[in-house]
């Protein structure tokens, strides 16, 4: 089963997607807490389980997200795939506010969260290859849906995974791009990985809601991001939408 996870602004499907059957929720009990609510859906005879990385209302901010539960949730209800959605400041020129893209690197600055299944408690300690972070194929399949919608995308690019919840210095940000980083989000490590580490097949769908610090004039105003989260949650659901169709034309 295929899974979205929804980044900041993005808590529900219900009411968003054309053709969408929500049919019920689950809350899942995992072994590292919960319960975790996921909610199944169906799409042109597709199934969909959504996840809201934030909860409902955005109450957990990126660094307090429950990691391992969610990702152990999902397996538990057949997972095999994840889409997951990514708000981020844009660090490249390419990736001003209401940009979108498919990044195909990390550079993990998160400290303190607890980033594995092997970790020696419950499994014994393993040393998994993330030379390539995320899924090629689904990286591909993403670009095709945006493709299909009309939706140009940065088809690559590194993104910079910082701890939050505040924004970055300026210097901050000079520095993630002397890194060769492309953009700049709280959340997709240790997602990334523990989906590796479940080998569950995993991508993300980046919209920029800012620019970087000291990128833009003055400082990054909520209100601005607020905006830019409106119109870019619309499109980016029409990207999962378009991948779904896809699926169930039997790609
Ligand atoms: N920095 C970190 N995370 C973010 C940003 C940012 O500028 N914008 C959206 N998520």
Redesign the pocket.
């Known amino acids: 089963m295929l899974a979205v996870i929804g980044g900041?602004g993005l808590g529900s499907l219900r009411g968003e997607v054309r053709a969408l059957e929500s049919e019920t929720i689950e809350a899942v009990r995992t072994p590292y807490g919960g319960p975790v609510q996921v909610d199944l859906c169906r799409m042109k005879d597709v199934r969909i389980a959504f996840l809201p990385r934030h909860a409902a209302g955005d109450r957990i901010p990126?660094h307090k997200v429950n990691y391992r539960a969610n990702l152990w949730a999902l397996q538990s209800l057949g997972v095999d795939r994840i889409i997951a959605t990514?708000?981020?400041?844009g660090i490249s020129e390419d990736l001003p506010p209401g940009a979108m893209a498919i990044p195909k690197q990390l550079i993990d600055y998160t400290w303190g969260r607890e980033n594995s299944f092997f970790d020696g408690a419950d499994q014994a300690p393993r040393h998994i290859d993330f030379t390539r972070p995320y899924d090629e194929p689904l990286r591909q399949a993403l670009r095709d849906a945006a493709a299909k919608v009309g939706k140009q995308i940065k088809f690559g690019g590194v993104y910079g995974v910082?701890q939050?919840p505040r924004?970055?210095t300026a210097a901050e940000i000079l520095r993630l791009r002397r890194d060769g980083c492309d953009m700049?989000?709280?959340t997709s490590m240790p997602e990334a990985v523990l989906a590796r580490e479940l080998q569950v097949r995993y991508a993300c769908l980046a919209l920029?809601?800012?620019w970087?610090?000291g990128l833009g004039e003055g400082l990054?105003e909520m209100a601005d991001?607020k905006r830019v989260h409106g119109f870019g949650t619309v499109e980016l659901i029409g990207i999962v939408e378009a991948l779904v169709e896809s699926e169930a034309g039997g790609i």
């Open positions: 900041s990126a990514n708000t981020v400041g910082l939050g924004l970055e700049v989000g709280m920029s809601v800012n970087a610090a990054i991001i």
